[in-house]
T-cell receptor
Framework: EAGVAQSPRYKIIEKRQSVAFWCNPISGHATLYWYQQILGQGPKLLIQFQNNGVVDDSQLPKDRFSAERLKGVDSTLKIQPAKLEDSAVYLC?????????????FGPGTRLTVL | AQRVTQPEKLLSVFKGAPVELKCNYSYSGSPELFWYVQYSRQRLQLLLRHISRESIKGFTADLNKGETSFHLKKPFAQEEDSAMYYCAPREGSNDYKLSFGAGTTVTVRA
């Protein structure tokens, strides 16, 4: 089966610019996650969707970050405006079941550099 | 606050030697525990979960509730085990949020 797809793989922007990342989960997976991984740290959950509803966005900086999962399939994560500290790898993951109780399958990530 | 600690950032062992990656957690209740691995140029993937009680690629991990630890062990390390390893506890009740440790980079030398 095809894995989780993410694009772009790399993005370089200047601070205060906007950026968007796209994720296509494994077909049929109900739960989708966005993680932020800063260099030297483990991934940190930003937001979790179950179908097209938000389950957990407690660690999403809502003043600048937004995410949506229209139709319960693809998802986009947006940063507007970007700050230097947003430089990180943004990982998308999906899992088959509801409530996130299953194994998570990760995409290749998008490496964001904010100058 | 709930925390997961991987005290070693880097671990270097010779091929054929035992390897142990430490993980300590501070969670209330009975969390589920996982080890995820990322090989060079590959995606982050599940290595094993404690409820399975199985050995994957020669690795085992024992949950010690008394010490709140979930150390990952392999008796004879191989060069292909060189990777980044993350310990990840998850609350099992209403909150299925997975929390990752900072990771340990393992290098197995020939």
């Amino acid at each position: 089966e095809a894995g989780v797809a993410q694009s772009p793989r790399y993005k370089i922007i200047e601070k205060r610019q906007s950026v968007a990342f796209w994720c296509n989960p494994i077909s049929g997976h109900a739960t989708l996650y966005w993680y932020q991984q800063i260099l030297g740290q483990g991934p940190k959950l930003l937001i979790q969707f179950q179908n097209n509803g938000v389950v957990d966005d407690s660690q999403l900086p809502k003043d600048r970050f937004s995410a949506e999962r229209l139709k319960g399939v693809d998802s986009t994560l947006k940063i507007q405006p970007a700050k230097l500290e947003d430089s990180a790898v943004y990982l998308c993951a999906s899992s088959p079941g509801l409530a996130g109780a299953d194994t998570q399958y990760f995409g290749p990530g998008t490496r964001l550099t904010v100058l | 606050a709930q925390r997961v600690t991987q005290p070693e950032k880097l671990l270097s062992v010779f091929k054929g030697a035992p390897v142990e990656l430490k993980c300590n957690y501070s969670y209330s209740g009975s969390p589920e525990l996982f080890w995820y691995v990322q090989y060079s140029r590959q995606r982050l993937q599940l290595l094993l979960r404690h409820i399975s009680r199985e050995s994957i690629k020669g690795f085992t991990a024992d949950l010690n509730k008394g010490e709140t630890s979930f150390h990952l062990k392999k008796p004879f390390a191989q060069e292909e085990d060189s990777a980044m390893y993350y310990c990840a506890p998850r609350e099992g009740s209403n909150d299925y949020k997975l929390s990752f440790g900072a990771g340990t980079t393992v290098t197995v030398r020939a």
